[in-house]
């Protein structure tokens, strides 16, 4: 009996390419297996409380923004947690005097919102990650809930 016979099949049962083609789904499922594996190992699933503040939106998107909304990411869609807390203040905007001064007034029309958001995320030593993303104080969040959609920047982290 031949290893190969005249139709290409090995010992008669499988062909060539058609098992070529397994090993290679093998190794590409083993090798994410082995990467998830591998980001879950050190990490430490904890409470995160983040602090997002979105500058210079109007009043109708400023008044929809409740605590207890559900808020995701947006590009990934990711749940990043529950709204905690909301702070509207009226926004800062530089306006010039008569007399050439430049002076901070507060802005009539638009608002800023500091939101608090708390949520599960993973802790080591190389980043925090809420939801699917990964944060840091300075990184810019698009968020989202059935009703409104806004731009944050993150202001604090705590764990």
Same mark, same amino acid.
């Given at each position: 009996?031949?290893?190969?016979?005249?139709?290409?099949?090995? *010992?008669?049962? &499988? $062909?060539?390419?058609?098992?070529?083609?397994?090993?290679? =789904?093998?190794?590409?499922v %083993?090798? *994410?297996?082995?990467?998830?594996?591998?980001?879950?190992v050190g990490?430490q699933a904890?409470?995160? +409380? #983040?602090?997002?503040?979105v500058?210079? /939106?109007?009043?109708?998107?400023?008044?929809?923004?409740?605590?207890?909304?559900?808020?995701? +990411? !947006?590009?990934?869609?990711?749940?990043?947690?529950?709204?905690?807390?909301v702070?509207v203040k009226p926004?800062?905007?530089?306006?010039? #005097?008569?007399?050439?001064? &430049?002076?901070?007034?507060?802005?009539? /029309?638009?608002?800023?919102?500091?939101?608090t958001?708390?949520?599960?995320?993973?802790?080591?030593?190389? %980043? =925090?990650?809420?939801?699917? $993303? +990964?944060?840091?104080?300075?990184?810019?969040l698009q =968020?989202?809930?059935?009703?409104?959609?806004?731009t944050? !920047? /993150?202001?604090?982290i $705590? *764990?």
């Amino acid at each position: 009996m031949h290893i190969i016979d005249n139709k290409g099949r090995i *010992f008669g049962l &499988i $062909n060539i390419i058609d098992l070529l083609v397994i090993l290679v =789904i093998l190794a590409v499922v %083993a090798r *994410f297996g082995t990467k998830i594996h591998q980001s879950s190992v050190g990490s430490q699933a904890k409470d995160i +409380e #983040t602090v997002l503040y979105v500058k210079e /939106v109007k009043d109708a998107t400023a008044d929809v923004i409740k605590v207890g909304d559900t808020v995701k +990411e !947006t590009k990934t869609n990711g749940v990043l947690g529950k709204v905690t807390n909301v702070e509207v203040k009226p926004s800062e905007t530089l306006v010039e #005097t008569a007399d050439g001064r &430049i002076v901070v007034y507060p802005n009539p /029309v638009l608002k800023d919102v500091y939101i608090t958001v708390k949520g599960t995320g993973s802790v080591n030593e190389n %980043a =925090i990650v809420l939801g699917s $993303n +990964e944060i840091r104080i300075g990184t810019s969040l698009q =968020i989202k809930t059935n009703i409104y959609s806004v731009t944050s !920047t /993150v202001m604090e982290i $705590n *764990f």
